[in-house]
């Protein structure tokens, strides 16, 4: 029942566009999106404000939907910028649509 009322809630925004916001104003952070598109595989990097797809083709008109497609987040992963290959750069992730929407999760 939880999941079904975020899910709903989330409709409502654009995810996306408001993880880009906080983004822009942390520009030390990287979060990374993992999910699904029908059954194909969704990653999304944002760094500095800005969306990036490793996996689909992004809109890059900020006034669109980063994606258009139905899409769902299944996890979350913050890192601190910049990256190293020793991955000590890991903060935390979590599965929750909403966790990150708090700025003070960023941190």
Request: aromatic share 10%; glycine share 2%; net charge negative.
């Amino acid at each position: 029942m939880e999941e079904t009322l975020t899910s709903q809630k989330m409709a409502k925004i654009d995810l996306i566009n408001c993880l880009e916001k906080i983004s822009s104003e942390i520009p030390d952070r990287i979060l990374k999106l993992e999910g699904f598109i029908q059954k194909e595989q969704l990653e999304i990097i944002i760094f500095r404000g800005f969306s990036s797809s490793t996996t689909h083709p992004i809109e890059i008109d900020s006034e669109k939907k980063v994606i258009a497609l139905n899409y769902e987040i299944k996890n979350f992963k913050l890192y601190k910028a910049p990256l190293t290959e020793t991955g000590e750069n890991f903060i935390r992730e979590n599965e929750n649509s909403v966790f990150f929407l708090n700025q003070k999760n960023w941190i």
